[in-house]
């Protein structure tokens, strides 16, 4: 119960605030540029890295990115920076 009325309180919030979504509610923040760089920020962690896919753990789930020739150009704690042919985004559930 607690969680649904924290919830709405956010979604009120980000709504009637004008405040950034991805802050209030703790969403990864994904920019690409093209198919050679996608920025993320937001994320709990890095789960896997090779060459042809990376796997970044998430409040809500995992996020998946699959292609070639990926390089981490830059990681902090929340923050990733990876390069490479980018073909597929996935956001997991579970």
Request: avoid cysteine.
């Amino acid at each position: 119960m607690l969680k649904k009325f924290r919830a709405r309180v956010n979604n009120w919030v980000t709504q009637n605030m004008e405040l950034p979504a991805d802050v209030m509610m703790d969403l990864p923040r994904i920019t690409m540029i093209g198919q050679i760089h996608i920025y993320i920020e937001n994320h709990r962690g890095l789960l896997t890295f090779s060459e042809t896919e990376i796997r970044l753990l998430l409040k809500q789930g995992q996020l998946l990115v699959k292609g070639e020739a990926f390089v981490i150009k830059t990681i902090m704690p929340e923050e990733i920076l990876l390069e490479g042919k980018i073909s597929q985004v996935i956001y997991l559930t579970e």
